[in-house]
């Protein structure tokens, strides 16, 4: 295997749903992406997509040294399947020394079982999913939304009626919801800086920064 590349360069163990999903995102940014998996059919689905896919233990630590690694940016370990296998290849990994490992978890037993032994972030996708779906009902207002750290978050929202035709300065965000207005999706135009005077359209798209709990309240804003 020819290393290093100026590119960042991922590896991503178990090619189920998951693993494909976030192999072929990483691939269409550009990445350079190794694919792992112990089943051969999984592998060659995906072989003709990704820089390289490999038929591997990601339990066997000499399999893993063999591919040098430890000098990924980044692994994402997605055995969905077997939580056994996932936290022995978090734990392999980490000894190996990679930077950053990335370990799929099923609840928050698993996650706490994979943050102890070594990985540096653990995802739900389930949960994740779930949760979403639930602010997406909830929210009616709410498009999108990302998590930035514990307390704080980014969201896109459609314009509430009340807001429609009025200015910036007179919504005043920061002062009556404590939240920052960052930009406007206007159709396919993404509108930033906005000036004070700037007017707001019914139909436009609110991006907006500051902690959850206003972001939240303000998508729940008629």
């Known amino acids: 295997m020819a290393r290093k590349t100026s590119k960042q360069e991922f590896a991503v163990i178990g090619l189920g749903r998951l693993g494909t999903a976030v192999a072929r995102t990483l691939l269409a940014r550009g990445r350079t992406v190794l694919g792992i998996d112990r089943d051969r059919d999984a592998v060659q689905l995906l072989a ?16 893993l040294r063999s591919v040098d690694i ?24 980490k000894r190996l020394g990679v930077r950053r490992v ?28 779930g949760r979403r779906m639930g602010l997406l009902l909830a929210l009616p207002n709410l498009v999108e939304r990302l998590t930035l750290g514990e307390e ?14 009025r200015t910036v300065q007179q919504i005043d965000l920061s002062t009556t919801y404590h939240i920052t207005l960052l930009a406007i999706k206007r159709k396919t135009e993404l ?21 959850d709990e206003d972001v939240r309240r303000m998508a729940e804003v008629e």
């Open 48 to 63: 003709d997509e990704l820089t390289e896919a490999l038929i591997l233990d990601a339990t066997d630590e000499d399999a």
């Open 70 to 93: 430890a000098l990924y940016d980044a692994v994402v370990v997605a055995i969905s399947d077997d939580f056994e296998d996932e936290l022995l290849a978090t734990l392999t990994l």
């Open 102 to 129: 990335v370990s799929v978890a099923a609840g928050e037993r698993q996650k706490t079982i994979l943050l102890k032994v070594g990985a540096d972030e653990v995802v739900m996708p389930e949960e994740d999913t």
């Open 152 to 165: 704080h978050a980014i969201a896109e929202l459609h314009m509430p009626k009340a807001f429609a035709d």
């Open 191 to 211: 509108i930033m800086p906005l000036p004070a005077d700037f007017l707001l359209w019914s139909d436009d798209l609110m991006v907006v920064i500051g902690k």
